[in-house]
């Protein structure tokens, strides 16, 4: 019964380099989210894909971050050219397609997070 | 815009003793609210949720009462167990879905024996 699970769960690179985040969502969830933990503030939203497709990209810094949802295989997010800035915990978080209000956030299942550490 | 001031920790208790962890919010609408938990090594989890003023959630002997005359949903436990130390979230969504929760900066306890 594994639940969401991301790799890697640590990861340093030097300014300049690409930093790719995985994530494979819980069994049965096809929408998956992104956010990022900065030192000392909160999760912040940062995407939300469906298979395929991405919903809302609201939260997503304009430049050098992508992310997508394949047909087959995990959720990817990408960091081209990383500043120490980029330094933070991402996390991933799936849940399934139910109506409702609210009905994502009450069934959100959160990876444990990946770190990055940039030099 | 909506924001969570959340309780600065780390805290440290020892068993048994009662724990506080204040969160106060800022929304423009009537927001549900939540705390989430994480233990070690994990990703969150949700803890408990309430959806309109007065509602207590509760869970694992936590309770938290959404309180929209002062705008908090303080979470609350009578007696900590050393297995109780996590790091502790509170968030709020205003909207349907999970793009739009908002969490405060998290709080790590301690719980000694």
């Known amino acids: 019964n594994a639940g969401v699970m991301q790799n890697p769960r640590h990861l340093v690179r030097r300014r300049g380099q690409e930093a790719r985040l995985r994530c494979s969502p819980m069994?049965?969830?096809?929408?998956v989210y992104w956010y990022r933990q900065l030192p000392e503030e909160g999760l912040k939203f940062m995407v939300y894909?469906?298979?395929?497709?991405?919903?809302?990209e609201s939260g997503m810094p304009k430049e050098r971050f992508s992310a997508e949802f394949p047909k087959e295989g995990p959720s990817i997010l990408r960091i081209q050219q990383v500043v120490r800035g980029d330094s933070a915990a991402y996390f991933c978080?799936?849940?399934?397609?139910?109506?409702?209000?609210?009905?994502?956030?009450?069934?959100?299942?959160f990876g444990a997070g990946s770190r990055l550490t940039v030099l | 815009g909506d924001s969570v001031t959340q309780m600065e920790g780390p805290v440290t208790l020892s068993e048994e003793a009662f724990l506080t962890i204040n969160c106060t919010y800022t929304?423009?609408?009537?927001?549900?609210l939540f705390w989430y938990v994480q233990y070690p090594g994990e990703g969150l989890q949700l803890l408990l949720k309430?959806?309109?003023?007065?509602d207590k959630g509760s869970n694992k002997g936590f309770e938290a009462t959404y309180r929209k005359e002062t705008t908090s949903f303080h979470l609350e436990k009578g007696s900590v167990q050393v297995s109780d130390s996590a790091v502790y979230f509170c968030?709020?969504?205003?909207?349907?879905?999970?793009?739009?929760?908002?969490f405060g900066t998290g709080t790590r306890l301690t719980v000694i024996p």
């Open positions: 929304a423009t609408g009537y927001p549900s």
């Open positions: 894909l469906q298979k395929e497709n991405i919903i809302d």
């Open positions: 978080a799936s849940s399934p397609p139910l109506p409702g209000p609210n009905s994502g956030a009450n069934v959100l299942t």
């Open positions: 968030a709020l969504s205003e909207k349907t879905g999970a793009n739009n929760l908002f």
């Open positions: 069994k049965g969830h096809s929408h």
């Open positions: 309430a959806t309109k003023a007065d």
